[in-house]
């Protein structure tokens, strides 16, 4: 069982489309990141939110933190298909867990 | 700033073997974490070290070890390879930064057990 549950787990849209994806648990988490992943490569590091209702904002990309610091969602705008690849969110617990991911393409 | 860098990035074995890979963190990090990445289990942790000292481990095997160095550079082995092994392995070193946990993760090293 997954600490940190990620929706949906694909997700195929088309260049110009806005999407939302969700990681969600029932534990509280000290801080939550965002990373994304491409093919042959290792995650990187896209945001850490902190407070719960913090909301940060990354050009097209907008991450938002629970009010009870248990859930997080990514937002994107206007997806372009540089925006492909794989999405985890990571929760510090008593080490660093990490949701299954939501792979994302956007279709030129 | 360099980033992580790891060795080798690809690597092939046979069942039975062992295998030892390598990373080398950001400068200044002194907190070196591995993690196997598999499509079926994802990212999963295996052990952190932090100034040569093992600080927390996953739920992996005594076939998975590490050991850190006091230049920071970190290594971790695999005993006695089984085909379930076939992964991607990725290192990441962290740094506390304003109260906060990041990673900053290398490219990996994908081994596959043949």
């Known amino acids: 069982t997954q600490l940190l549950e990620q929706s949906p787990q694909f997700l195929s849209i088309q260049e110009g489309e806005n999407l939302t994806v969700y990681c969600n648990s029932s534990?509280?988490?000290?801080?939550l990141q965002w990373y994304r992943q491409e093919p042959g490569e290792g995650p990187v590091l896209l945001v850490t939110?902190?407070?719960?209702?913090e909301v940060k904002k990354l050009k097209r990309l907008t991450f938002q933190f629970g009010d009870a610091r248990k859930d997080s969602s990514l937002h994107i705008t206007a997806a372009q298909p540089g925006d492909t690849g794989l999405y985890l969110c990571?929760?510090?617990?008593?080490?660093?867990?990490f949701g299954a991911g939501t792979r994302l393409t956007v279709k030129p | 700033k360099a980033g992580v860098t790891q060795t080798p990035r690809y690597l092939i074995k046979t069942r039975g073997q062992q295998v030892t890979l390598s990373c080398s963190p950001i400068?200044?990090?002194?907190?070196v974490s591995w993690y196997q990445q598999t499509p079926g289990q994802g990212l999963q942790f295996l052990f952190e070290?932090?100034?040569?000292?093992?600080?927390n481990k996953g739920n992996f095997p005594g076939r998975f070890s590490g050991r850190q160095f006091s230049n920071s550079r970190s290594e971790m082995n695999v005993s006695t390879l089984e085909l379930g092994d076939s992964a991607l392995y990725l290192c990441?070193?962290?740094?506390?930064?304003?109260?906060?946990?990041?990673?900053?993760f290398g490219p990996g090293t994908r081994l596959t057990v043949t």
């Open positions: 534990s509280v988490f000290s801080s």
């Open positions: 990571a929760g510090s617990y008593n080490d660093m867990r």
């Open positions: 070290y932090f100034s040569e000292t093992q600080r």
């Open positions: 990441a070193s962290s740094l506390w930064t304003s109260g906060v946990y990041e990673q900053y």
């Open positions: 939110v902190v407070t719960g209702g």
């Open positions: 400068s200044g990090h002194r907190s």
